[in-house]
């Protein structure tokens, strides 16, 4: 009997397989590994995916920016640009003009004209908002809103990062096109060429917070 028993054999033991990694299991390791590729900064394959698909920028519409229209304008400013914005250029359009004719000579005042009109009749660059698009506008410091935001928030003295920046919204009177002007966004600063760009008159202007 005994040695009956211990002839009987023991049950062995059931051994699992090792797992192969499956079709289904290389497909969403593959899935996830391209997530990563594409989400990864600097991504060139990220890159493509968002000048693709992701979101247009918003630009202005300058279809309208014809001799003789009028249409809204909205450029960003802060209140030290009444005095720091100039350009440069001799030709004139409808009574207004840059404040120099040269880099160094300014446009004379007529004699009677008041000795501070907030330039309105003195062209200034300005960029849009959005787009950042160059447009020469004269008169925008000249109206109510506009001149009331620079009583208000006088910018002398004041660091130029410390002045909070604003849009004002303008409806604006197409005059023509300066070529070859030149620009100035720092008083005392350089002169740059700034090519071509619309030369407006603005007939109002309200003040909205950016």
């Known amino acids: 009997m005994a040695t ?30 391209a997530m990563v590729a594409i989400c990864s900064p600097g991504s060139p394959i990220g890159n493509a995916f968002e000048r693709a698909f992701g979101p247009r920028p918003v630009v202005t519409n300058t279809a309208a920016w014809e001799i003789g229209n009028v249409s809204e304008v909205k450029v960003t400013l802060i209140t030290a640009d009444a005095n720091r914005l100039a350009c440069a250029h001799e030709q004139a359009f409808d009574g207004v003009h840059c404040e120099f004719k040269t880099d160094r000579d300014r446009w004379p005042k007529a004699r009677d004209e008041p ?26 410091w000249a109206h109510h809103e506009v001149a009331m935001r620079l009583h208000r928030e006088p910018p002398a003295g004041v660091p130029i990062k410390q002045l909070a920046r604003f849009v004002a919204t303008c409806q604006v009177k197409w005059l023509g096109k300066l070529d070859k002007v030149r620009t100035r966004w720092m008083a005392g600063g350089r002169w740059q060429d700034d090519g071509t760009a619309m030369v407006g008159r603005t007939e109002s202007c309200t003040v909205n917070a950016m």
């Open 4 to 33: 009956a028993t211990r002839a009987r054999a023991r049950p062995r033991r059931h051994v699992e397989p090792i797992a192969i990694l499956g079709g289904r299991y290389l497909a969403a390791l593959g899935i996830l590994l």
């Open 115 to 140: 000795l501070d009109d907030n330039k309105e009749k003195v062209i200034q660059p300005y960029r849009t908002a959005p787009g950042n698009n160059l447009v020469l506008l004269s008169g925008l």
